[in-house]
């Protein structure tokens, strides 16, 4: 899964890479997101870089759509410790709370393994 972290210190934001059920929430919804269920933590400072799942990671994942975003405080629209002080962003489609959240790829997995 390729990611890009504005800023270029991923590793110091705690900065992690989610996969997520899409029936649970895809791009471009703007819903908060859901829970994930495989992470991968962005220990490196660097702009951008990738992460892998592995084959048996996968296979333990059910047949469906997934989609990899990169999490660490909202930085999709304020970024650092401001977001953090300033909590969740409204989610403007359902009007609720939620952190907007960054979609770098999907991915479909069909008998463990990925097809796409």
């Given at each position: 899964?390729?990611?890009?972290?504005p800023?270029?210190?991923?590793?110091?934001?705690?900065?992690w890479?989610?996969?997520?059920?899409?029936s649970?929430?895809?791009?471009?919804?703007?819903?908060a997101?859901g829970?994930?269920?495989?992470?991968?933590?962005?220990?490196?400072?660097?702009?951008?870089?990738?992460?892998?799942?592995?084959?048996?990671?996968?296979?333990?994942?059910p047949?469906?759509?997934y989609?990899a975003s990169?999490?660490?405080?909202?930085?999709?629209?304020?970024?650092?410790?401001?977001a953090?002080?300033?909590g969740?962003?409204?989610?403007?489609?359902?009007?609720?709370?939620?952190v907007?959240?960054?979609?770098?790829?999907r991915l479909?997995?069909?008998?463990?393994?990925?097809?796409?």
């Amino acid at each position: 899964v390729g990611w890009s972290f504005p800023g270029g210190t991923p590793g110091d934001c705690n900065a992690w890479v989610g996969l997520f059920d899409a029936s649970e929430g895809d791009w471009p919804s703007w819903r908060a997101r859901g829970a994930y269920v495989k992470f991968k933590q962005i220990r490196e400072n660097r702009p951008f870089g990738a992460k892998s799942f592995s084959a048996r990671e996968i296979s333990t994942l059910p047949d469906g759509t997934y989609f990899a975003s990169v999490h660490a405080g909202d930085f999709f629209h304020r970024g650092g410790a401001a977001a953090a002080a300033a909590g969740p962003t409204p989610d403007p489609v359902a009007g609720t709370g939620g952190v907007p959240f960054c979609v770098s790829q999907r991915l479909v997995v069909e008998g463990g393994a990925v097809r796409a």
